[in-house]
């Protein structure tokens, strides 16, 4: 949110694939930890340690990378962005 009064919403729903026969839970939890896998063997993410998905979700080719490999199989998030107007700072809060 880079220090903007804003929130983010994704939104995400997935189902049984019929033509591959790998259930939803396979391709939204699956599919990320091969994403990540990927990102990784491409050094697109190289700090050292443990690092949570939002953490590496930061950098923005990683996040780009693994919300593409997702769309590719199928996996589709919504992002929606609101603005807070009641945080912005000409805004007087009562």
Same mark, same amino acid.
């Given at each position: 949110?880079?220090?903007?009064?804003? $929130?983010?919403? &994704?939104y995400?729903l997935?189902r &049984?694939?019929?033509?591959?026969? !790998?259930s =939803?839970? =396979?391709? $939204?939890?699956? @599919?990320?930890?091969?994403?990540?896998?990927?990102?990784?063997? #491409?050094?697109?993410? =190289?700090?050292k340690?443990?690092?949570?998905p939002?953490?590496?979700?930061?950098?923005?080719?990683? @996040?780009?990378?693994i919300? %593409? @490999?997702? #769309?590719e199989?199928?996996? !589709?998030? #919504?992002?929606? %962005? %609101?603005?807070?107007?009641?945080?912005h700072?000409?805004i007087?809060?009562?």
């Open positions: 949110m880079n220090g903007n009064d804003e $929130t983010l919403h &994704f995400l997935d &049984f694939a019929e033509a591959t026969g !790998i =939803s839970m =396979s391709r $939204t939890t699956g @599919y990320t930890c091969t994403a990540t896998a990927n990102l990784l063997a #491409k050094k697109l993410f =190289s700090e340690g443990v690092f949570p939002e953490r590496v979700g930061n950098h923005e080719a990683c @996040y780009d990378f919300m %593409q @490999y997702l #769309k199989r199928g996996v !589709i998030l #919504k992002k929606k %962005q %609101q603005v807070n107007p009641l945080l700072k000409n007087p809060v009562k």
